[in-house]
C-alpha cells in the first residue's frame, strides 16, 4: 500500500483512482469513446475503487503528481493505456517516471512537458523504461542536452520528439543516432548558429520535419553537398522568425533534396516587402516547394510568381541579378513589364454645352446627378431649371442625342468623356 499524499503532491496511482473512478468518470459506451472497464487485479490492501472507467488514452495533467505509487496497481489497470499526458506536473525524479512508464507495456506516447526535470539525473537503464515510446512530449523541462541523448540511445523505434522552451543554444552530437526519428519540434530555444542545426542531421539521418521557429537563426552555412547528405529524407521545415536577413539563404533550401514544405514568416529578409510579394518571390526561388506558409502553391500561382520575377528584377544591375533571374528567362523569355492601368473611375470631365448659337466649355464632376447639373447650367445659359432641356451627345457614338430626363441619374452612368456634348434646348411653352 502507498503511502498518502502529502504537500509535495500526489501519486499518479492517486490521481488515476481520483479523476477515473466511476463517480467522476462515468463509463460511456459509444462509437469513438474508447471506455474500457479495468476491474481491479486484487491487489491486496489497495486503496483503489473496485473499478476504473479507464480510457486508453489517459489525461492526467495538472493533477500535483510527484511520484509513482504503488507499481503493481499501475500494471494492473494499465495495461491497454497507449498515451499517458502527465504535463504541467511535479515529477522531478526519472526514476519516479520510469515506475510509471515500464508498467504500461503499451504506451506509445507520453507528454511530460512543463515537469521541473532541470536538476534530475536519467540513467541508462532508467532511460530503458522508455524502450517502447514512439513519441515523446518533453517542453518546457529544462531537461539537459545529454539526458535527450540517453533517451534517443534507449528508444529504437522513437518518432517524434518536442523539445521546445528548454533554453539550449548548443547541442552535441553522439553515437549511436537515432535513425528512426522523423519529427523533431524543438522551437522556443537559442540556436543561433547553423553549426548547431547541423547535429541535427548526423543524429537524425530519417528526419522528414523540422520546427525550429522562435529561433534566432543567423544564417544557412552550408553548402549543397553538405545539405543533400546530413539531411536526405527531410520534407517540411519551420523557420518562422528566425534572424535570416539574405536571398541566399531561403535559395539553400532548394538544396534539401525532398523538401517539400517551407514555414518561413517573420524574418528580418522579409521586412521591406509587401506580403503578396514576399509570397510571389518566395514561391519563385523555391521550384519544388509544393506548400508556403500553410498553402498550397498551385501551378496557376507558380507561374505567375515566375513571371511577376522576372519583371520585379528586370533593372537590376546584371551583376545584382539573382541565378534564378535566369533560369527563368530561359524559360519565359524577357518579359516586358505590364501596363498600368488605372481602374479608378474619373471624377470630372470636360464638355462643350451648346444652348442656341450659344457654346460654352465646361468642366463637368460625373458624381453629381442631372439635377446638380441642372443647377450648375443655369448661371452658363441663363435659364432656370424649370426652363431646360438637357440632352447628351457622345462625340464617338453614330446614335443621335440621348435625353436626361431623370433628375436622380448620375453623369457617371452615362459614361461621359472629355469632349463630349450637352446641349440645352429651352422649353417652349
Not at 164 to 175: H, I, K, P, Q
Not at 288 to 293: A, E, H, Q, T
Given at each position: 500500500?502507498?503511502?498518502?499524499?502529502?504537500?509535495?503532491?500526489?501519486?499518479?496511482?492517486?490521481?488515476?483512482?481520483?479523476k477515473y473512478s466511476p463517480e467522476?468518470?462515468?463509463?460511456?459506451?459509444?462509437?469513438?469513446?474508447?471506455?474500457?472497464?479495468?476491474?481491479?487485479?486484487?491487489?491486496?490492501?489497495?486503496?483503489?475503487?473496485?473499478?476504473?472507467?479507464?480510457?486508453?488514452?489517459?489525461?492526467?495533467?495538472?493533477?500535483?503528481?510527484?511520484?509513482?505509487?504503488?507499481?503493481?496497481?499501475?500494471?494492473?489497470?494499465?495495461?491497454?493505456?497507449?498515451?499517458?499526458?502527465?504535463?504541467?506536473?511535479?515529477?522531478?525524479?526519472?526514476?519516479?517516471?520510469?515506475?510509471?512508464?515500464?508498467?504500461?507495456?503499451?504506451?506509445?506516447?507520453?507528454?511530460?512537458?512543463?515537469?521541473?526535470?532541470?536538476?534530475?539525473?536519467?540513467?541508462?537503464?532508467?532511460?530503458?523504461?522508455?524502450?517502447?515510446?514512439?513519441?515523446?512530449?518533453?517542453?518546457?523541462?529544462?531537461?539537459?542536452?545529454?539526458?535527450?541523448?540517453?533517451?534517443?540511445?534507449?528508444?529504437?523505434?522513437?518518432?517524434?520528439?518536442?523539445?521546445?522552451?528548454?533554453?539550449?543554444?548548443?547541442?552535441?552530437?553522439?553515437?549511436?543516432?537515432?535513425?528512426?526519428?522523423?519529427?523533431?519540434?524543438?522551437?522556443?530555444?537559442?540556436?543561433?548558429?547553423?553549426?548547431?542545426?547541423?547535429?541535427?542531421?548526423?543524429?537524425?539521418?530519417?528526419?522528414?520535419?523540422?520546427?525550429?521557429?522562435?529561433?534566432?537563426?543567423?544564417?544557412?552555412?552550408?553548402?549543397?553537398?553538405?545539405?543533400?547528405?546530413?539531411?536526405?529524407?527531410?520534407?517540411?521545415?519551420?523557420?518562422?522568425?528566425?534572424?535570416?536577413?539574405?536571398?541566399?539563404?531561403?535559395?539553400?533550401?532548394?538544396?534539401?533534396?525532398?523538401?517539400?514544405?517551407?514555414?518561413?514568416?517573420?524574418?528580418?529578409?522579409?521586412q521591406s516587402y509587401t506580403n503578396?510579394?514576399?509570397?510571389?518571390?518566395?514561391?519563385?526561388?523555391?521550384?519544388?516547394?509544393?506548400?508556403?506558409?500553410?498553402?498550397?502553391?498551385?501551378?496557376?500561382?507558380?507561374?505567375?510568381?515566375?513571371?511577376?520575377?522576372?519583371?520585379?528584377?528586370?533593372?537590376?544591375?546584371?551583376?545584382?541579378?539573382?541565378?534564378?533571374?535566369?533560369?527563368?528567362?530561359?524559360?519565359?523569355?524577357?518579359?516586358?513589364?505590364?501596363?498600368?492601368?488605372?481602374?479608378?473611375?474619373?471624377?470630372?470631365?470636360?464638355?462643350?454645352?451648346?444652348?442656341?448659337?450659344?457654346?460654352?466649355?465646361?468642366?463637368?464632376?460625373?458624381?453629381?446627378?442631372?439635377?446638380?447639373?441642372?443647377?450648375?447650367?443655369?448661371?452658363?445659359?441663363?435659364?432656370?431649371?424649370?426652363?431646360?432641356?438637357?440632352?447628351?451627345i457622345n462625340k464617338d457614338s453614330?446614335?443621335?442625342?440621348?435625353?436626361?430626363?431623370?433628375?436622380?441619374?448620375?453623369?457617371?452612368?452615362?459614361?461621359?468623356?472629355?469632349?463630349?456634348?450637352?446641349?440645352?434646348?429651352?422649353?417652349?411653352?
Open positions: 500500500m502507498e503511502p498518502p499524499g502529502d504537500n509535495g503532491g500526489c501519486s499518479f496511482v492517486e490521481a488515476l483512482n481520483e467522476n468518470f462515468p463509463c460511456r459506451r459509444g462509437p469513438g469513446m474508447g471506455m474500457v472497464v479495468v476491474p481491479t487485479a486484487g491487489v491486496q490492501g489497495s486503496p483503489m475503487k473496485d473499478r476504473l472507467n479507464l480510457p486508453s488514452i489517459l489525461v492526467l495533467h495538472s493533477c500535483g503528481i510527484s511520484r509513482a505509487g504503488d507499481q503493481a496497481e499501475i500494471a494492473a489497470f494499465c495495461s491497454h493505456v497507449m498515451e499517458v499526458d502527465l504535463s504541467h506536473n511535479k515529477l522531478q525524479d526519472w526514476n519516479e517516471i520510469s515506475k510509471i512508464v515500464v508498467n504500461i507495456p503499451n504506451l506509445e506516447f507520453i507528454n511530460l512537458s512543463s515537469n521541473p526535470l532541470a536538476e534530475s539525473r536519467l540513467e541508462p537503464h532508467v532511460a530503458q523504461a522508455f524502450s517502447r515510446v514512439r513519441r515523446l512530449v518533453l517542453n518546457n523541462t529544462q531537461i539537459s542536452w545529454d539526458a535527450v541523448l540517453q533517451l534517443t540511445q534507449q528508444i529504437p523505434e522513437l518518432e517524434e520528439l518536442f523539445l521546445c522552451l528548454n533554453e539550449y543554444s548548443s547541442v552535441r552530437t553522439s553515437s549511436p543516432a537515432c535513425p528512426t526519428l522523423r519529427l523533431l519540434h524543438i522551437t522556443d530555444n537559442s540556436l543561433h548558429d547553423w553549426a548547431e542545426v547541423r547535429k541535427f542531421g548526423s543524429m537524425f539521418p530519417s528526419l522528414e520535419t523540422l520546427v525550429m521557429a522562435n529561433n534566432n537563426l543567423a544564417s544557412i552555412q552550408d553548402s549543397k553537398d553538405v545539405l543533400q547528405r546530413l539531411f536526405p529524407n527531410l520534407r517540411s521545415i519551420n523557420l518562422h522568425n528566425s534572424g535570416l536577413n539574405r536571398w541566399e539563404d531561403v535559395e539553400k533550401l532548394n538544396f534539401f533534396p525532398k523538401l517539400e514544405e517551407v514555414r518561413l514568416r517573420g524574418i528580418p529578409l522579409l503578396a510579394e514576399c509570397r510571389s518571390l518566395m514561391v519563385a526561388r523555391l521550384p519544388s516547394v509544393s506548400m508556403l506558409n500553410g498553402s498550397v502553391v498551385t501551378d496557376s500561382e507558380r507561374e505567375d510568381a515566375e513571371r511577376f520575377f522576372i519583371r520585379y528584377y528586370l533593372d537590376c544591375p546584371e551583376r545584382e541579378l539573382p541565378y534564378r533571374y535566369h533560369s527563368l528567362v530561359t524559360k519565359y523569355g524577357k518579359l516586358e513589364p505590364l501596363a498600368e492601368i488605372n481602374l479608378k473611375p474619373r471624377c470630372r470631365a470636360r464638355v462643350e454645352v451648346h444652348c442656341e448659337e450659344k457654346v460654352e466649355h465646361l468642366s463637368i464632376r460625373l458624381d453629381q446627378t442631372v439635377a446638380e447639373l441642372r443647377k450648375q447650367l443655369t448661371k452658363v445659359v441663363q435659364l432656370s431649371t424649370k426652363s431646360m432641356r438637357l440632352y447628351y453614330a446614335f443621335g442625342p440621348e435625353e436626361m430626363k431623370y433628375n436622380t441619374r448620375a453623369l457617371h452612368s452615362y459614361s461621359i468623356q472629355d469632349g463630349d456634348e450637352i446641349l440645352v434646348v429651352p422649353k417652349t411653352k
